[in-house]
């Protein structure tokens, strides 16, 4: 007998933002590799030259909210793996708190990675 996945049923909350976030990451993903490939010519590309696309607040921004999607998204599909093995209690919420965490964690510490790169000043 098949197994029910409560939380990716047809029509729920947190499989419909897994499907929003998984399609934005594989659109800018291409058109990264596009412009890398097709436009700045992958072979040429440099540290140095990376750096200074960094600095176009477009890239920045663009960047900045591919890590904040990924992060997003690979943490709510460790919760909802975790959540459909049957996790459920007190055990539930210390698992959710601690990613909430350590997807801070690394957002914050992507955006100062960023900033170093772009020559924005860190916090």
């Given amino acids: ?3 029910r996945y409560s939380s990716f049923e047809s029509g729920g909350r947190r499989w419909l933002w897994q499907r929003i976030t998984a399609g934005f990451l594989v659109v ?3 058109f990264h590799f596009f412009l890398l490939h097709f436009v700045n010519h992958a072979d040429e590309v440099t540290f140095l ?4 696309r960094m600095q176009d607040l477009t890239y920045y921004s663009l960047m900045v909210l591919f890590l904040i999607t990924a992060t997003f ?12 093995q049957g996790l459920s209690g007190t055990p539930k919420q210390v698992v959710k708190y601690t990613l909430i965490a350590a997807s801070l964690v690394l957002v914050v ?10 020559g924005f000043p860190t916090f």
Avoid: F
């Fill in 28 to 30: 800018v993903l291409a």
């Fill in 49 to 52: 030259a990376s750096s200074m």
């Fill in 73 to 84: 998204h690979g943490v709510n599909g460790v919760y909802n793996a975790l959540e459909n």
């Fill in 109 to 118: 510490q992507g955006i100062r990675t960023a900033n170093a790169w772009a």
């Fill in 1 to 3: 007998m098949a197994e």
